[in-house]
């Protein structure tokens, strides 16, 4: 399975964008996916996380009820809806697959290349 994030982009503050991560094989399916977010001279860290079925979704302090992670199966994608966007959630946005929800990234296996996203004040 290889994972291709994409979505990123310069946006004000206030504003909304939609990542989305396309995974190709059908096996992505099984796997819990999840977005990891990088700033300059800060480490990675976990954003949100949905599991396989999408029943069940784990989201980091600083984005809930802004943002909210989703997959379509049927099309092998994974999505982050994110509103209210604000200065501090400019980093690289990375999707990535694993097997389950957790916020840790060693528990992640695959990973895209990264989608930069920009928020202006």
């Known amino acids: 399975v290889q994972l291709q994030a994409s979505g990123g982009g310069l946006v004000q503050a206030g504003g909304s964008l939609r990542l989305s991560c396309a995974a190709s094989?059908?096996?992505?399916?099984?796997?819990?996916m999840g977005w990891f977010r990088q700033a300059p001279g800060k480490e990675r860290e976990f954003v949100a996380a949905?599991?396989?079925?999408?029943?069940?979704?784990n989201y980091a302090v600083s984005v809930k009820g802004r943002f909210t992670i989703s997959r379509d199966n049927a099309k092998n994608t994974l999505y982050l809806q994110m509103n209210s966007l604000k200065p501090d959630d400019t980093a690289v946005y990375y999707c990535?697959?694993?097997?389950?929800?957790?916020?840790?990234?060693?528990?992640?296996?695959?990973w895209g290349q990264g989608t930069q996203v920009t928020v202006s004040s």
């Open positions: 949905i599991s396989s079925s999408g029943g069940s979704t």
């Open positions: 990535a697959a694993g097997g389950s929800i957790a916020t840790d990234a060693a528990w992640y296996t695959l």
């Open positions: 094989g059908r096996a992505s399916s099984r796997y819990g």
